[in-house]
């Protein structure tokens, strides 16, 4: 398979395209920054590759396009990384489906000009608490923390915990993010704005530590996925429900999941990823439990999933659901089914 070829030898590969800037660029700080993202972006492509999914590389390319636009660098030089990576590739002639890769390349080239697809991922919420998640983030960019948690604790008279995960939390999040993208906000701002947001999410949600019912739902992001806002949202509205949940949090290793599996009754697995490079451990996670006939079913959210809606069946996942509002639902169906 030349996705797994190309994960394996992205170094190899990122070499000898590092040996086409060696000749014009002298710095060795610049040569650095390149080779970090060669490897970032054959890293991608080879996921893409992976889940055959040439769209995501396409979508890769547009984030990246709009991330260095913010940074003045000028799109040219995506094409000819790009082309480099190509050219590197003819080296190694030998291998299958080589020309698979120099398709998705070109796609990913031809198609970065169309709007992010993160924006067709935001059209997904159509967000009745719109204004209020505004000036809550208003309020936090303003470091008045305290008049946004008061805010918060005046809307959870009227609106549910999971309303205000998604339309609030959630919306506010994805705000600081495309803050940070278009380097409107910096990298310190980001954190402060994340570590509040955890504290906070701690202060709204009450505690639940019943297992009074019998179905155990487990929790988790596998592979190298830090972003665990959203599952442990997901964790706190299972424990609300009063199932019993094993919260196995980020970077859960798959081996450690099946194991687990031999021990506890687990009914339904839950896993949210944000960063593509993971669905190709849930898809093997999934294989796996096949090859165990493991009586559990998996379901699977999160940015990576909003970007692509029908990935989750690509997998082979028993379901999917864009937020903690239409979360529970789909869990209680699959507890029933
Ligand atoms: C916070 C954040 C971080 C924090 C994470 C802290 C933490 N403890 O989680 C930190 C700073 C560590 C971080 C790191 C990185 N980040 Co970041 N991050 C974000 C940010 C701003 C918010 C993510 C978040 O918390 N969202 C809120 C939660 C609640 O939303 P959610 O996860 O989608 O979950 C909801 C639903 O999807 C659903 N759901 C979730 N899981 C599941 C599961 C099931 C089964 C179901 C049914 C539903 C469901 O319910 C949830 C509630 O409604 C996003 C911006 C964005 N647009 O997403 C960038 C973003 C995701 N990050 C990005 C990047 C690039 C990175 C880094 C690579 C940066 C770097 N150079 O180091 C690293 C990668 C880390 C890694 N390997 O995982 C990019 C990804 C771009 C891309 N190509 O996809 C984004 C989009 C920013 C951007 N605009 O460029 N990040």
Redesign the pocket.
Known sequence: MIGQWLLNNNHKVSELIMMCYADNTDSIEILNKIREDTNHHLK?LAHALLLKRPNAFI??TK??R??LIHLNFKEQSIINNYEYIKDALTSFHSLDNLSICYDYIDLAIKGMHSPSK?HD??RLFINPLKEESRLYTELLMNNKKSEAFELLKYLLHDYSL?SL??NV??ES??T???L??QRIIS?AQ??A??AF??EIMAYITPLTLSNETVSTVM?CSVG????????R??ANLIRKSNYNNIHLG?NTPIQAILDILDQEHVEVI?????????VYDIKRLIEGLKAKNANVKV?????????DPSLWEHIGAD?????????LD??HQHLSA
Do not use: R
């Open positions: 991608f979508n890769y984030w990246l709009e991330i993160d991922s935001k999971e995960y998604t939390l959630q999040l994805y600081v993010g495309d940070w993208q990298v980001e954190h704005f994340v947001t955890e929790t190298l996925e830090t972003h665990d806002i959203g599952i949202m997901i980020a839950v896993i949210s990823t944000t960063m593509l490079e993971n379901l699977v959210g999160g940015h990576a999933f909003n970007q379901g999917y659901s864009k937020d903690a509002i239409s979360a789909l869990i």
